[in-house]
């Protein structure tokens, strides 16, 4: 029997797509593609090029018709192999009765009809469905499964993708997963159990959906949530003066709320980006990390005189920060890894002397400061797989980051990076050093001193289909760098055989006899490779920290070079 072409495909999509409105855009695609338009067919092809599948963060893509789309029916074939997995759990012994799933949303195009279809698969296969009230934070979420108790949990969103996109974040918790990683996002062997559990062949208009029959919680989980981060963050001790950004997403109200319970009174959001706006109008990508994401904050807090920029992405699980670094004269946006060490050294400050279980930990790709820091406290530390489905599970865990601006400072309340929390946590780090006439680049300076400069940086390449990095990537195994910034390499691991204790994964490490450090892996989530570099350099005195500054400077623009040649670029 002959292949069946992109064109049967999609016919046959077509006749069981549940979605007015999917359906309309297909049958448009087909007849446009019929009628030999090569941008038509050129994406049917990409829309029906194979079925998404959980990477980092769960399912994320376009919105549209096809088996690579974000859609009715590729939400309803996911929820029905979730409730296949979760009733295959009951009958394991796991559990006994239904499971109990929460499910939240953000203000995304569609998101809150991909949340109901979710809902109304999951209660016609016989599960009890908690849908969140309004689109709120993907930490609230986190929250509402953890207080709650549930099996599991789903978040649709698409985090800071463009806003074309949309995703499916899936966490397990209550009686499924118990122990540290209870009420954290899916990690092996429960991804691989629910992906095997979909059926991508069934005729999405022909798994059952219920009408009714799930419960809407009530707006107090958004106050329980604050309620508890303001308990366990406790109140301001200075006064600072704040500008937020929501960056069109739905962290605004509650971080400023937040703030202002704990005492900051002078807190001013960005008015164009404070409310949520799924087009993201005054952002070419709404990602704080992004080049002129945060310009319109720095323009309100210049005419606040504002002491810090407090920045989320458009579900709240990320927050950056801005300051005026001193060096400088002018404001910049602290890195990921400086703003974790930063919030490190806080965190360090509250382990107790006698908390012999207390950890923290970072993603292996990020700086190995927070290691550092740790060791010379006395306190343990686990370097993670990329991604806060790994870090948020590590026992005894009191803070943990990852250089992607991803923060976690109450886990105790959830175990998912937190933006919101982790907005009030620096504002009290820069309070109470403003009121010691210091700022978060002293502390920098602070740590630079006695553990050495740690600079990191990265170096990106997009391609244009996933399928283009395996072979980099197996270039660069065969043939990788013998040098980096002029350094010889002095050691090359294949993280896919495993590393320091760590399940195998899809990356590459080379260190350099000069301590400089790269990690190349590819995307979770994009068809793009990403190498992260750090340079260490030891400070002799206070004196030469400018000189060591500038020499990590020139490593790591030494080492982005090489690699920009390795890649080919």
């Known amino acids: 029997m002959p292949a069946l072409t992109v064109l049967d495909r999609a016919r046959a999509w077509l006749s069981a797509d549940p979605d007015a409105t999917s359906a309309e855009a297909l049958a448009a695609l087909i007849k446009a593609a019929q009628a030999g338009e090569p941008a ?85 296969a016989g599960h009890v469905v908690v849908l969140l009230p309004e689109p709120l934070p993907t930490p609230i979420l986190a929250y509402a499964l953890r207080e709650s108790g549930a099996d599991a949990g789903i978040m649709v969103t698409a985090s800071h993708n463009p806003p074309e996109d949309n995703g499916y974040k899936v966490y397990l918790g209550g009686r499924v997963v118990t122990g540290p990683g209870q009420g954290a996002q899916i990690v092996p062997p429960f991804d691989a159990a629910i992906a095997a559990a979909i059926d991508h062949s069934e005729p999405a208009n022909r798994i059952p959906v219920a009408e009714s029959g799930w419960e809407i919680l009530g707006d107090d989980v958004r106050e329980r949530y604050l309620s508890a981060a303001l308990e366990t963050l406790g109140p301001a001790t200075g006064s600072l003066r704040i500008v937020t950004t929501a960056m069109h997403g739905v962290g605004g109200r509650p971080l400023v ?74 404001w910049r946006m602290l890195r990921g890894d400086e703003l974790g060490a930063v919030l490190g050294a806080w965190a360090l400050e509250r382990c107790d002397s006698d908390d012999a279980d207390a950890l923290v930990a970072n993603s292996i790709v990020s700086s190995r400061l927070l290691g550092a820091m740790a060791a010379a406290r006395g306190v343990r530390h686990a370097a993670t797989l990329t991604g806060f489905k790994w870090i948020a599970r590590e026992g005894g865990l009191r803070f943990g980051y990852e250089e992607a601006i991803g923060y976690l400072v109450t886990p105790e309340l959830v175990r998912d990076k937190d933006g919101i929390t982790a907005g009030l946590a620096i504002a009290h ?106 340079a260490v350099v030891p400070v002799a005195n206070p004196a030469a920290l400018v000189e060591a500054k500038a020499e990590a400077a020139r490593r790591v623009e030494a080492v982005r070079a090489d690699l920009a040649a390795a890649f080919a670029l």
Do not use: W
């Not at 910034?485 to 320091?500: F, I, K, N, R, T």
């Open 257 to 330: 709320d937040l703030l202002n319970r704990a005492g900051y009174a002078h807190v001013t959001p960005v008015a164009e980006q404070h409310e949520p706006d799924p087009d993201f109008p005054t952002v070419a990508f709404p990602n704080p990390e992004e080049p002129g994401a945060i310009d319109l904050a720095l323009k309100t807090a210049e005419r606040e005189d504002a002491d810090l920029v407090i920045a989320n992405d458009p579900d709240a699980d990320r927050c950056a920060v801005a300051a005026v670094d001193p060096e400088l004269g002018a």
């Open 429 to 534: 780090v820069a309070a109470a050093l403003k009121a010691e006439g210091r700022t978060l680049f002293d502390v920098l300076d602070d740590l630079a001193a006695e553990f050495g400069v740690h600079l990191t940086n990265q170096l990106s390449i997009r391609v244009a289909a996933i399928s283009d990095v395996a072979p980099i990537m197996e270039r660069l195994r065969t043939a990788g760098p013998a040098s980096l910034g002029g350094s010889p390499v002095a050691e090359s691991s294949d993280l896919a055989a495993g590393y320091a204790g760590l399940p195998p994964t899809d990356g590459l490490l080379f260190l350099t006899e000069d301590g400089t450090r790269v990690i190349v892996r590819p995307s979770g989530t994009e068809p793009k490779l990403k190498a992260y570099i750090e």
């Open 40 to 124: 038509a067919l050129a994406e049917l092809e990409s829309a029906f090029a194979g079925n998404l599948a959980f990477g980092t963060a769960g399912l994320r893509a376009p919105i549209g018709p096809g088996t690579a789309r974000m859609n009715v029916a590729v939400v309803r074939q996911t929820a029905a192999g979730l409730g296949r997995f979760l009733t295959e759990q009951a009958a394991s012994g796991a559990f006994e009765g239904p499971a109990r799933i929460v499910i939240g949303f953000d203000a995304r195009h569609r998101s809150e009809d991909f949340a109901r279809e979710s809902a109304a698969v999951l209660v016609a």
